[in-house]
């Protein structure tokens, strides 16, 4: 089983491209469909809060798969089996190509992706706004100039962010204003 | 001492690593760019299209390469990539176990809709601390933006897409 488990998240670190999103119809397919390792309702309430947890995605959801299947071994032999190949192919890319800069067709083919990089941050950072209220907005907008310009650590707006959440929640109740 | 920094920095990015990659390279940033200097913002760019185009989490994929850059051995490496894997095997735990009292409840539904605007602030932080003269050289630097920008709005596949970007560069530069 500790193997089988390994195996499972070791083709999906080996096969799984770009975000980790990317991931979530493969690791369906394999831990519901296939294995019958969850039966589908169970598994999304897992992964809702998988996607909510701090930390890489596809690890968090090795971790509760692994969890499930084996306990505190299981997690741990999932994980691992998960980034395994991404940290081969990383290091082998930072061993044999850390001088890389200075072969001019690296350089211009990076010249060009840049700009793509950054497209691909800009779309998410203006499509997560949609059907946002319009302070969420303007917070958003207040952390992304105020975090670029000083250099302060987002860290303090991410637990700045929680305590008014969990402030909120609080007087809400006392009120009983608790709604769903 | 470098591994000390090296582990604590990435332990840090692993446990307020909210909100997805994307929001995690702002964290990256600060910790490798803008704190400890270890790679300029134009490398953090380069290991960003990489790690797009390799498999695995950007978080891990930075942490490999930038474990074995500071360090020059398989050992930072090893350090760094696990300490971003701590947070999932401590804190993704302890949910698993507590899950049915925490799924539905809403103090912790209200901090992470209050914590999400901040994510997402995070993302933009990351696109402009980015964009600077060493990423944006000339006119085509922007024709490129423009394009991508699009593309990606209109969801066509971003491996694809820097693949395309890199032939565009390799032909003009």
Redo the contacts between chains.
Sequence with gaps: MLWELFWTFFKL?????????AMIPMIEREVVDRKKWFDREDFY??F?????????????T???VG??MKG?WG??VA?LG??I???V???L???YL?GF?TNP?V???????????????????I???KG?KWY??A???????V??LT?I???W??L???A???S???S??KRGE?KQ | MIYLQLFLSYL?I?????G???A????IQ??IV??HNWLSA?EL??I??????????????CA??VG??VTGN?WG??LA?FA??L???T???A???F?RR??NN??????????????????????????NR????DWV??V???V??V???KKFN??L??VL??????L??
């Design positions: 670190g080996t096969f799984t491209f770009g975000s980790g999103y309430n897992q809702t809060l998988a996607q909510s947890a701090p930390g890489p995605f596809a690890l968090n090795a971790v509760f969890y499930k505190w997690s741990l994980v998960v980034s190949s991404p940290f192919i990383i290091l890319i930072a061993i850390s800069s067709i350089e211009a083919a990076f010249k060009g992706i840049r700009p793509a990089v950054i497209a691909m941050i800009a779309v998410p950072f499509t997560m706004m946002f969420f907005i917070l958003a907008l207040s952390v992304a100039v975090v670029w250099g650590s987002p860290i707006f991410l700045a962010g929680a008014v959440g969990v909120a929640a609080i809400g109740k608790v | 840090k692993g446990f307020f690593g909210f997805g990659g994307y995690m390279i702002s964290l600060n910790e803008v704190k134009m760019t380069d960003v299209a990489i790690s797009q185009m390799t498999p695995g989490p950007i978080a891990i994929n490999t390469y074995y850059t398989v490496s090893l990539t971003v894997c947070p999932p095997l804190i993704m735990t949910i698993t176990i899950y925490l799924h809403h103090i912790v539904k209200s901090a992470l809709t209050w914590m999400r605007p901040v994510m997402t602030g995070m993302i933009g932080a990351a696109a402009l601390m980015f964009l060493e990423t944006f050289v630097s922007i490129i933006f423009a991508s920008f593309a990606i709005w971003p491996i897409l820097l970007a890199a032939m565009a560069g390799i003009i530069y």
